[in-house]
Every structure is written in structure tokens, then in C-alpha cells.
């Protein structure tokens, strides 16, 4: 069975501080990719980063870094230098099917981040 | 260019009547899909299109809840006798199926219906 678990329901910052949030997800799939998404206030998903299963390199896109670590099954999420735009509910989500196709997400329930000026 | 646009943003409907949710996919998107999200949780995956192949029906909640996909663009969710449970917003999201021989996941959303049934 496919699980992506956000253990962090909220989490308050305050601005300038950095913050990571947590993603454990579960697969019996050798291969799959992982995905951040951003919903704003505004409710409009947007897509922050892919990653492949085969792909353990981390990645950093101006403040936003990602930690990925098979070992752990984790994909955890660090926001630098936090601003109050980041205010946002964070989801994680698992994707399947590099063989079979099947193109649905798996998602966890999200993390709320608060940023305070 | 375009996002993915859906329509209404809002729909309040009485229990028991049947609703229609559209949505536009990015052009040249040929994968759809539509999620729920239901207060304070995740994604809950619906349904899928891809290309011309069978939908996959596999997150349908109910027999109640059927999606069409017309012309390989619009797709149209629609709710038979709502139930108050079904209240939610409903998400659709397009992505390119392949991108240089490799599955591509990208999935790029539309803004959502909220759904309310009193």
C-alpha cells in the first residue's frame, strides 16, 4: 500500500527563521517520484519539485532546499529565511507507475506553515 | 499561457440533486485528473484520463460519481443525488503524459469547486 504521512498538522515560524517540513512516505515500488506542492491562501496547488526514486541528489532553488533520503524514506522540506509569503498548507505526495503508467498522486494530509512578521 | 481553469468556483446545491463540475486542462495536456479535498485533509484521487485509453474510476467514492472526458480536452465530473458528505472542493489537474520517453508527473492544478450541499 502507498502512504505519504506529514506528521507536522501546523507549524508557526517566525519570519527569518528556517523551517523544515517533514514527508515519510511508503512504497513497495522500487521506482516512483515524489512531489512538494504549495496551495496558498488563494486554494491554487503549485507544483514546487519532482523527485525520482533514483535520483537521491538534494536540490536547492533559492531558499527552498530538499532533503531526500531512501534510507528513511523521507523527503523533508527546508525553507530558509522564512517570509511571510510562505504562509501557505504544504503537501507532499508520492506518484507510481514509472512501468505501469498509472499517473495518480498519493497525498499527505499537509502542514500548515504560518510565518509571522 | 492558460492553467487549468474549472468551473463554478462555488456550487451550492440541496441534498439530493445531481451536480456538474467542468474542467479545462492546459492545452496539450493529454492526462486529467480530478481530486476531493474534503476540510482540513489531503488529496483524495478521483479519477484519471489518459489519452484515449479506459479512465481509471479506481478513487470513485461511489457509483454516484461519474467523470466524462470529451474530445480528449474538457472533462466534466458529475455528482447524482449529493449527498452532504460530498461537500468538498474539487480539484482537477492536467499533466503531459510523456516527456522525452519518460513518464512525467508534473501535475499542474486548476483552482478548484468548492462544493456545498445543505
Known amino acids: 500500500a502507498q502512504k505519504v504521512t506529514q506528521a507536522q498538522t501546523e507549524i508557526s515560524v517566525v519570519e527569518k527563521e528556517d523551517v523544515t517540513l517533514d514527508c515519510v512516505y511508503e512504497t513497495r515500488d522500487t521506482t516512483y517520484y515524489l512531489f512538494w506542492y504549495k496551495q496558498p491562501p488563494s486554494g491554487e496547488l503549485v507544483f514546487l519539485i519532482r523527485?525520482?526514486?533514483?535520483?537521491?541528489q538534494n536540490e536547492i532553488s533559492g531558499r527552498y532546499s530538499w532533503n531526500f533520503q531512501k534510507s528513511t524514506s523521507s523527503f523533508n522540506f527546508t525553507i530558509t529565511a522564512s517570509q511571510v509569503v510562505d504562509s501557505a498548507v504544504y503537501f507532499c505526495?508520492?506518484?507510481?507507475?514509472?512501468?505501469?503508467?498509472?499517473?495518480?498522486?498519493?497525498f499527505g494530509t499537509g502542514t500548515r506553515l504560518t510565518v509571522i512578521p | 499561457g492558460a492553467g487549468v481553469s474549472q468551473s463554478p468556483s462555488n456550487k451550492v446545491t440541496e441534498k439530493g440533486k445531481d451536480v456538474e463540475l467542468r474542467c479545462d486542462p492546459i492545452s496539450g495536456h493529454t492526462a486529467l485528473y480530478w481530486y476531493r479535498q474534503s476540510l482540513g485533509q489531503g488529496l483524495e484521487f478521483l479519477i484519471y484520463?489518459?489519452?484515449?485509453?479506459?479512465?481509471?474510476k479506481s478513487g470513485l467514492p461511489s457509483d454516484r460519481f461519474s467523470a466524462e472526458r470529451t474530445g480528449g480536452s474538457v472533462s466534466t465530473l458529475t455528482i447524482q443525488r449529493t449527498q452532504q458528505e460530498d461537500s468538498a472542493v474539487y480539484l482537477c489537474a492536467s499533466s503531459l503524459e510523456k516527456v522525452s520517453g519518460r513518464a512525467s508527473y508534473e501535475q499542474y492544478f486548476g483552482p478548484g469547486t468548492r462544493l456545498t450541499v445543505t
Open positions: 484520463f489518459q489519452g484515449n485509453s479506459a479512465p481509471d
Open positions: 523527485r525520482n526514486s533514483f535520483d537521491e
Open positions: 505526495a508520492l506518484g507510481l507507475g514509472y512501468q505501469t503508467g498509472a499517473n495518480n498522486l498519493f
